[in-house]
């Protein structure tokens, strides 16, 4: 009698099964679909993916961004000593020879794979290329005849901070198996705006060898500098900063000598660059506080059989 009372008193409590994680969809009888036991926490990780970054590493890097700042900076100069007549039709072809000259010795000394047939190839699409900037040299010189000067100035400045504020300044457009499709569009875009900001000031030039030459000056730079700053870049990291630091120099001495004013501009954006910001994102990572754990959206992995 005392045995049947015991089992009586037992079925009155029903028994609920254990909580486990199931996956998503998955409901338990019993709990919840928001339940959590006493384990939940126990799979907490802090600061899991948080890079620690060291500041001299950080101004290191930042050197590559007043790099192509200062070769923008250089390429304005140069449009602005044209529009001035300082820059004459033969300085600017010669000019333009030097450049590419050297653009190719650059290559030659920092390649790692270079062949015969791959210079060939690349002087008959560097000739083509010269030569349909000539021959379509008259069509830019008219391009812009009905718009006011100030108008082409505004919207020369406005491109050319569209093309620095997106310009690939990781190099990764460089390196194209390692570029995102996001960089790539980004960086199309920055290159379109650049090439109709050459446009539009060689557009002002009095006759075609002035625009021929300007167009091509402003094109090779935009389209070939970043790829020879990262074979610099790539071959010596030294090298590239000596080469930077140098450039900044050049660029420097010769803002101040067309206006004090903008060369004290230059001087802050630099500082700013390579000081200031790296300061600052030193700074704000003793901020960063980031938490992981079982709430967190579930990876698939899978395994590929060969």
């Known amino acids: 009698m005392i045995q049947m009372e015991s089992r009586m008193h037992r079925n009155t409590y029903p028994t609920f099964p254990k909580w486990r994680k199931v996956a998503y969809g998955g409901m338990q009888p019993g709990f919840d679909d928001n339940h959590t036991d006493e384990s939940f926490l126990e799979d907490m990780i802090m600061n899991a993916n948080v890079v620690k970054r060291d500041l001299v590493k950080v101004m290191l890097d930042s050197v590559s961004i007043s790099q192509y700042l200062c070769i923008v900076a250089l390429v304005v100069l140069v449009w602005t000593y044209t529009l001035r007549d300082i820059f004459t039709e033969r300085s600017l072809v010669l000019l333009n020879i030097v450049l590419l000259g050297a653009g190719f010795f650059v290559v030659l ?45 505004a919207l020369t ?6 093309h620095l504020f997106l310009h690939d300044y990781s190099g990764s457009t460089v390196k194209a198996s390692r570029a995102l499709e996001n960089s790539i569009f980004t960086s199309n875009i920055s290159l379109n705006a650049s090439i109709v900001a050459s446009l539009l000031i060689a557009s002002r030039l009095p006759s075609r060898l002035h625009v021929f030459a300007i167009v091509l000056f402003s094109l090779q730079v935009f389209l070939f500098a970043p790829f020879v700053s990262y074979c610099i870049k790539n071959s010596s990291f030294r090298l590239h900063l000596c080469f930077s630091l140098g450039l900044m120099g050049v660029t420097l001495f010769f803002v101040y000598r067309l206006h004090l004013l903008l060369f004290i501009f230059l001087l802050s954006i630099l500082v700013f660059v390579n000081l200031v910001c790296p300061y600052w994102l030193i700074r704000i990572q003793e901020y960063k506080f980031e938490i992981n754990g079982p709430w967190d959206e579930a990876k698939l992995c899978f395994d590929v059989m060969e």
């Open 157 to 162: 400045a406005s491109l050319i901070i569209l």
């Open 109 to 153: 000394l920092t390649a790692e794979i270079l062949s015969f047939g791959l210079l060939l190839n690349y002087f008959l699409k560097i000739s083509f290329f010269i030569t349909g900037l000539y021959v379509l040299s008259p069509v830019y010189q008219t391009l812009t005849r009905s718009i006011s000067s100030d108008s082409i100035w």
